[in-house]
């Protein structure tokens, strides 16, 4: 039997070898396995069903058993609703509609972009928009996706996700495994999420519209709820690169 992590929000000693490589998304004993990671994907189509009461919480506590340097565990998650989500959305497809550009808390995309990952984003903007059958010269209907970043797909939950402005790239490195840990267990339980790099373009607007302190990095959105398996945004699908880009071995 595996060695467990203790912060895993169910019991798992009487699990069989047979249950722990068999789980199945949505049931409470399903357990983290390598095709968790493979099943993920980004999630832009939502059913318009309330999560259950406690899910969210659970999922948040499950992901903070990610690892941090020094256990800072850094960052925190904001659940927008009702009127301040109505709120935020509102005036974020406006400044993005206006034009209006912000100074971003921190640098997403490598300046310049080398050709090998432009060519990734082409095929990840044309796997997209393939999958909603809008043409690349079509402006309005490429705009009118984009926008749906700001109103988190009109997803049942609406997270923002936010830093403390101290902490360097390796805060970021922290809060991008939790990030990923939020994204698997929501995944074991049937649900879809899409983190939303859009909102880090308004950090000061965000700041403004929900309260938060000079010190509160916006880093990004976050989209859950349960998928719309008709929704044809869902059906978008990415590659991955070949091993023998990232993985070399030296001796």
Known sequence: MPNFRPCLP????????HEIEAYTPGDPTGIFAGDLASLRKS?????????????????LITARCAPSGANLQPGKFIA????ARARLSSALVDAWQQGQAETEDYD?????MPMHLKRRQLAAAQALYGALSVERHDRAGRDQQFARNFNFFDAPVALVVTIDRDFGAGGYMDLGMTLYGLMLAAQREGLGCCAIGALA????LIRKTLGLDERTSIVCGMALGYPDPDAPVNQTTTT????????????
């Open 43 to 59: 999630t832009r189509g939502f059913l318009d069903a309330p999560l259950p009461d406690g899910i969210l919480q659970r999922l």
């Open 10 to 17: 169910f019991d798992v000693t009487s699990l069989s070898a």
């Open 201 to 204: 373009s308004y950090p000061g």
């Open 240 to 251: 991955r690169c070949a091993l023998d880009e990232y993985f070399t071995t030296i001796r």
């Open 80 to 83: 927008v609703e009702g009127d």
């Open 108 to 112: 997403y995309f490598p300046r310049p």
